[in-house]
């Protein structure tokens, strides 16, 4: 698996709320770029929307983005993580977790969910995500429509589920030179959670612009990277229901390997990388720079989520 993440071997996973849905596993089959999927779940994308993966596809490897990454880069989707269909159910425990990418998005579900049903500033409003579905090329989601692995992992409120497609680890994000560890797989369910947790807050209504440096949106995926760096501050410590914590040990490595996966998906970097010109009056998700600087924001915040308040910031950087 790589990394040094570990989990506590003798804890109880609970895999209710994790599900494989399977799915078309040929991409889009040519119909087009999906933006409107995060905009109808108000979740506004995923860890990486839809337009700024087409300048990734469009310059890496040419061609509309729906045809691009339906007949390469996704063509062998249609497995899990291990390279066959997966069985949450037998997702047991911590051990379990240590020896199967599949049971470690279990285990770090489970220790988001007793992260933040334990914040005083969310206990009034909490309950967890109703679901993890992992799919494989495309997915029918109850309130968001048709989406597919293009958007990348997303959250849809009107779901309030998390939606991944596994086969982003191996494509998109080594495609932006990334690394999928065990620490920056876990990055990638936090900053979605975060979004559970904003949907819960209500923060979603404050969306009104979509692209743009200051824009809304940006903020909006900033501060999920604040909730997710909040979260990695404390995994260690976070007690599951019988007072053991699930996460053993996470180390000074995979804090800078979740830095750099911060980086790595900033909307400067997306677009140097892809060839093109930076372009701030494109921007969903904000900069590297941004991006590092709220999850470091979020791992000193001390659990105050108002440190994470991005919406009232000056500067963003």
């Known amino acids: 698996m790589g990394g040094q993440m570990r989990f506590n071997a003798k804890a109880r996973l609970d895999a209710s709320r994790t599900q494989d849905v399977g799915g078309s596993g040929g991409g889009?089959?040519?119909g087009g770029f999906p933006i409107p999927i995060g905009k109808a779940?108000?979740?506004?994308?995923?860890?990486?929307?839809?337009?700024?993966?087409?300048?990734?596809v469009s310059n890496l490897g040419g061609g509309d983005a729906g045809g691009a990454l339906s007949d390469s880069a996704f063509a062998d989707?249609?497995?899990?993580?291990?390279?066959?269909?997966?069985?949450?159910?037998?997702?047991?425990?911590g051990e379990d977790a240590n020896n199967s990418?599949?049971?470690?998005?279990?285990?770090?579900?489970?220790?988001?969910?007793?992260?933040?049903?334990?914040?005083?500033?969310?206990?009034?409003?909490?309950?967890p995500e109703r679901a993890i579905r992992v799919f494989h090329g495309s997915?029918?989601?109850?309130?968001?429509?048709?989406?597919?692995?293009?958007?990348?992992?997303?959250?849809?409120?009107?779901?309030?589920?998390?939606?991944?497609?596994?086969a982003f680890y191996d494509?998109?994000?080594?495609?932006l030179g990334g690394t999928a560890t065990p620490f920056v797989?876990?990055?990638?369910?936090?900053?979605?959670?975060?979004?559970?947790?904003?949907?819960?807050?209500g923060?979603?209504?404050?969306?009104?612009?979509?692209?743009?440096?200051?824009?809304?949106?940006?903020r909006l995926e900033l501060q999920a990277d604040c909730y997710a760096g909040m979260w990695a501050h404390d995994a260690e410590t976070t007690p599951d229901a019988e007072g053991n914590a699930l996460i053993e040990d996470v180390t000074a490595d995979d804090i800078a390997q979740g830095i750099t996966a911060a980086k790595e998906v900033g909307d400067d970097y997306i677009q140097q990388r892809s060839g093109g010109a930076v372009n701030p009056d494109q921007w969903t998700h904000g900069s590297s720079a941004e991006r590092q600087h709220w999850f470091a924001t979020g791992m000193q915040a001390n659990d105050d989520i108002s440190a994470c308040d991005t919406f009232s910031a000056r500067s963003l950087d």
């Open 28 to 30: 889009t089959g040519g």
């Open 41 to 56: 779940g108000g979740g506004i994308g995923g860890l990486i929307v839809a337009v700024i993966i087409y300048l990734v």
């Open 77 to 93: 989707s249609s497995v899990g993580l291990s390279g066959q269909a997966f069985d949450y159910a037998t997702c047991k425990t």
């Open 101 to 127: 990418d599949e049971c470690a998005l279990v285990a770090v579900e489970n220790s988001l969910t007793d992260y933040w049903k334990n914040q005083a500033q969310v206990a009034d409003v909490f309950q």
């Open 139 to 166: 997915v029918s989601t109850g309130g968001c429509g048709n989406a597919t692995t293009d958007v990348g992992p997303f959250y849809c409120s009107a779901d309030q589920t998390i939606y991944l497609d596994t």
């Open 171 to 175: 494509t998109i994000f080594k495609q």
């Open 185 to 201: 797989r876990a990055y990638v369910i936090a900053h979605e959670y975060g979004h559970h947790i904003q949907d819960l807050l």
């Open 203 to 218: 923060t979603m209504s404050k969306v009104k612009t979509q692209q743009g440096k200051k824009s809304d949106s940006v």
